[in-house]
């Protein structure tokens, strides 16, 4: 088993990243490849504008990443706070049971609670069980709010 690091996103990570990206994306989710252009415009964004978000990996000591988080940033008028939405956690498929999914998810919450935000959401699908076991290990609280969406 090797180490794994979780840190901050970085400039020289782009090409990896893009790479766990698509992984995520297109294998994990079955959604169509974006392209390479977009992605890396998106990851440029956030580093560029961390006010609107911020990108955690995790990185193996031979400097492969293995896994990514990506927080957005918006506001909470109820708490007149800002509040974090925990959109993508992903962890290569090798590297899963290492707990490295969980050394994400508290990263990420050690971030928004570090940073005074109000509070931390998510969502995942009803059938991925993977993902709930570990947000209810985390002592995670379902919600009652239905999720609605326009395209």
């Known amino acids: 088993m090797e180490t794994v690091n979780i840190r901050t996103t970085t400039k ?13 994306i297109v294998d994990f989710y079955k959604c169509p490849r974006p392209s390479e252009d977009s992605l890396k415009k998106l990851i440029n964004h956030l580093l560029e504008n961390p006010y609107e ?22 506001f909470n008028t109820l708490e007149v706070k800002r509040m974090a939405f925990l959109y ?14 969980e050394r994400l998810f508290n990263t990420c919450l050690s971030y928004v609670r570090e940073n005074d935000y109000s509070h931390m959401i998510w969502e995942t699908a009803h059938d991925n069980e993977v993902a709930q076991k570990l947000y209810d290990k985390m002592r995670a609280k379902k ?6 969406e326009i395209k």
């Open 143 to 148: 919600q009652v709010w239905l999720n609605y």
């Open 12 to 24: 020289d990570d782009i090409p990896q990243l893009f790479e766990l990206m698509n992984q995520y």
């Open 88 to 101: 993508d956690l992903f962890v290569t498929p090798n590297i899963r049971g290492q707990k490295v999914g």
């Open 53 to 74: 978000g911020i990108q955690f990996v995790a990185e193996t000591e031979t400097n492969r990443l293995v896994g990514f988080a990506t927080l957005y940033f918006t």
